[in-house]
C-alpha cells in the first residue's frame, strides 16, 4: 500500500552538546553520527518507517534495505530543497550467524527519522517526516520545546568490574588461525573478542554522547539507541563515502601502540612502517579492496604507500582509495563487506573460520553502519571499537588480523589496546586527559 509522508524544513540555532545528549533521551529510537573529516553531525530522532535487513535470513541484508529504500524514495516525494531526507542505521557483520544475544538488533536495523537535523559549520537544519502537514508541524514544534528545555546530563555511572571474556580459549585460536594459514588455507582472517564491563548503575544516550563529545580524534563517533540498547563506536575505518559518480574506501589495517609522548608515537609509528607482518597484512586489505571495486568497472586511484593514521591508544597503516564511475552505494557495500581488514582473504574460507571457532555472534560489531540520504549521498564507516550497552551491562569488542608470522600474545595485546578509549568512555574521560 503507498503511504505518502509530508517532508518539512526549519533552520535552527546551532546545536550544543548538552542540546543534542538530551534530545537523545528523549526519543526511543534515535541515530546520531559525528563525521571528524568535514565536521559535520546527522542526528536522527523516532521513526517514521522502519527495516530489519537480515529478519529473512534467505534474503540478501543489503538487498532488502536498498528495495525498501527506493520505494522510501518513489513513493514518499520530497519538495525540501536545503537537506535531504536519510535513513541510518547498521547492518549485520554476519547474517548467516546471528543469535538472540543482540535482541532487537539481532538482525540489523535501520529507520527513516520522524526527525533528521544536519549540522555543519554554516547552518542547523531540520527536517520532519509525517503523515500529515500538521503532524509534520507537531513535530517541529516537540523538537523546538525539547530544545529550549535541554540541560547538561550529570550522570555518575561508574564501572564496577572489567572482564575479559575467555582470553586463552581466544589465543588457542589465534594459533589455529596460524596454522590454517600457514598451510595455505587462509592469507589471513580477522579474529575478534569481547570484554564485559559491569557498572554501578546505568547510562542513558544522552550521558554517553556527553562523554563521546569529549573525544576529540580522527574516529567516526556513532550512537544507535533502540529501545532498552545502546550501540556506540568510536571507529577510525570509513568502509564507503558517497557522492555522485564517486566512491572513496579507506584500507585500514595494521597496528601498534600509539605510545605516551609525541617522540614515543613517532618511533612506533616508524616501525610500523618498516614492520614486514603489519605491510603484508595492509597490503592484503589494499589490494583486495581494490580488486572488488574493479569488479564493479570502477576506476580506481590510491597512493602506493600506506600513511599513518593515529587515533586513540594505536595507529595504524591507511591508504585512502577513491573510485569514480556509476555507484550504486548499496551494491558498494555488498561487493565490500567485510573487508579483509575485519573478514580475512579469501573472503569466504575467512568468514566460515570465524564462524566455526570465533565462538560467539558478531552482531552489528564490524558491521556497516551510517547513513545515506535520498540523493545517494551518505557515508558508512566500519562498526568497530565499540560497545553494545543494555542495563548495567557493556560488551566491549576489539579484533586483530592474523597472518603468519602473528603471535597470539602480541595479538592479545594489540586487541586490549583497541578497547582502552571505549574502556576510558564508561569510566568517564575527562576534558583535561591526553586525547
Known amino acids: 500500500m503507498k503511504k505518502n509522508l509530508h517532508y518539512q524544513e526549519k533552520k535552527l540555532s546551532r546545536l550544543s552538546t548538552a542540546q543534542i545528549s538530551y534530545l537523545l533521551d528523549q526519543f526511543e529510537t534515535a541515530f546520531v553520527f559525528f563525521d571528524w573529516e568535514n565536521q559535520t553531525l546527522k542526528l536522527c530522532l523516532g521513526v517514521a518507517a522502519e527495516c530489519f535487513p537480515a529478519k529473512e535470513t534467505k534474503q540478501n541484508q543489503f538487498l532488502t534495505v536498498k528495495n525498501w529504500y527506493q520505494t522510501l524514495k518513489t513513493d514518499w516525494n ?5 537537506a535531504a531526507p536519510l535513513i541510518a542505521g547498521s547492518f549485520l557483520f554476519d547474517p548467516l550467524k546471528k543469535t538472540t544475544a543482540w535482541a532487537g538488533l539481532a538482525a540489523g536495523y535501520f529507520f527513516l527519522p520522524q526527525l533528521m537535523i544536519s549540522q555543519n559549520s554554516t547552518q542547523t537544519i531540520a527536517i520532519s517526516c509525517a503523515s500529515t502537514v500538521k503532524n509534520g508541524s507537531r513535530q517541529l514544534s516537540r523538537l523546538q520545546a525539547c530544545l529550549a528545555a535541554a540541560k547538561k546530563t550529570t550522570g555518575r555511572a561508574q564501572i564496577q568490574q572489567v572482564s575479559e571474556v575467555q582470553v586463552a580459549s581466544w589465543q588457542q585460536t589465534v594459533q589455529q588461525a596460524v596454522a590454517a594459514i600457514q598451510a595455505q588455507r587462509l592469507a589471513k582472517v580477522v579474529l575478534a573478542r569481547q570484554a564485559t564491563v559491569t557498572l554501578n548503575q ?10 563521546l563529545a569529549l573525544i576529540k580524534q580522527q574516529n567516526y563517533q556513532f550512537l544507535l539507541k533502540y529501545q532498552d540498547q545502546i550501540f556506540i563506536s568510536l571507529t577510525p575505518e570509513k568502509l564507503a563515502e558517497f557522492q555522485p559518480h564517486q566512491l572513496r574506501v579507506d584500507a585500514l589495517a595494521g597496528t601498534t601502540a600509539r605510545g605516551d609522548t609525541l617522540n614515543q608515537q613517532q618511533e612506533l609509528g616508524e616501525r610500523l612502517l618498516q614492520s614486514t607482518k603489519n605491510r603484508i597484512e595492509h597490503q592484503i ?18 597512493p602506493t604507500e600506506p600513511q599513518l593514521l593515529a587515533t586513540g591508544s594505536v595507529q595504524h597503516l591507511y591508504t585512502p582509495i577513491t573510485a569514480y564511475g556509476e555507484v550504486d552505494p548499496w551494491r558498494v557495500l555488498a561487493q565490500l563487506h567485510p573487508t579483509p581488514a575485519l573478514g580475512g582473504q579469501p573472503q569466504q574460507a575467512a568468514l566460515k573460520f570465524i564462524r566455526d571457532f570465533e565462538g560467539w555472534d558478531r552482531g552489528l560489531f564490524g558491521g556497516p553502519t551510517g547513513w545515506l540520504d535520498f540523493t545517494a549521498k551518505g557515508k558508512f564507516t566500519v562498526a568497530i571499537r565499540s560497545a553494545l550497552l543494555t542495563g548495567l551491562q557493556a560488551h566491549l569488542f576489539a579484533g586483530a588480523g592474523i597472518v603468519a608470522d602473528s603471535d597470539y600474545q602480541q595479538e592479545t595485546i594489540e586487541t586490549h589496546n583497541k578497547m582502552q578509549p571505549m574502556l576510558k568512555l564508561l569510566k568517564g574521560r575527562k576534558k583535561n586527559e591526553r586525547k
Open 285 to 302: 586489505v589494499v589490494a583486495e579492496i581494490t580488486h572488488r571495486l574493479q569488479e564493479l568497472a570502477l576506476k580506481i586511484e590510491h
Open 78 to 82: 520530497t519538495t525540501i530543497t536545503t
Open 202 to 211: 546505568s547510562l542513558t544516550a544522552g550521558e554517553l554522547w556527553q562523554r
